[in-house]
Nanobody
Framework: QVQLVESGGGLVQAGESLRLSCVASGSIVRINAMGWSRQAPGKQRELVAGITGGGITNYADSVKGRFTISRDNAENTVYLQMNSLKPEDTAVYYC?????????WGQGTRVTVSS
C-alpha cells in the first residue's frame, strides 16, 4: 500500500512564501511523474505543477515564474516552493505520484493567502 503525506500548508499574507512537501511511502518500486494540484472553494481541481522522473517540469500558466517544483528521488519526496503568493492561490493542495500505472493522491494541505 502506498501513502502520500503532504505538509507545509498554512496561513500567509499576500507576497509571502510557503514550501510544500509530499512524501510517498509504502510498497514503492519506482515513482514516475509527481506533482501538485489544487482545489479552491467552489472550483474544480486544477493541475499546478508536475515533474517527470527525469526532472522535466511543467506549470500552470497562473503560477509560472512564482512556483517551483522539485523532487528528491532518494527520499520519494516532491516539493513545491511557492513565492509571491496571491489570495487567488488559496486552496487545498494535493500531491500525486504515478506508481505502477496508477496515480496516487495525498489527503491535501490547506494554503490560505490573505490580502
Amino acid at each position: 500500500q502506498v501513502q502520500l503525506v503532504e505538509s507545509g500548508g498554512g496561513l500567509v499574507q499576500a507576497g509571502e512564501s510557503l514550501r510544500l512537501s509530499c512524501v510517498a511511502s509504502g510498497s514503492i518500486v519506482r515513482i514516475n511523474a509527481m506533482g501538485w494540484s489544487r482545489q479552491a472553494p467552489g472550483k474544480q481541481r486544477e493541475l499546478v505543477a508536475g515533474i517527470t522522473g527525469g526532472g522535466i517540469t511543467n506549470y500552470a500558466d497562473s503560477v509560472k515564474g512564482r512556483f517551483t517544483i522539485s523532487r528528491d528521488n532518494a527520499e520519494n519526496t516532491v516539493y513545491l516552493q511557492m513565492n509571491s503568493l496571491k489570495p487567488e492561490d488559496t486552496a487545498v493542495y494535493y500531491c500525486y505520484a504515478d506508481i505502477g500505472g496508477w496515480r496516487r493522491w495525498g489527503q491535501g494541505t490547506r494554503v490560505t493567502v490573505s490580502s
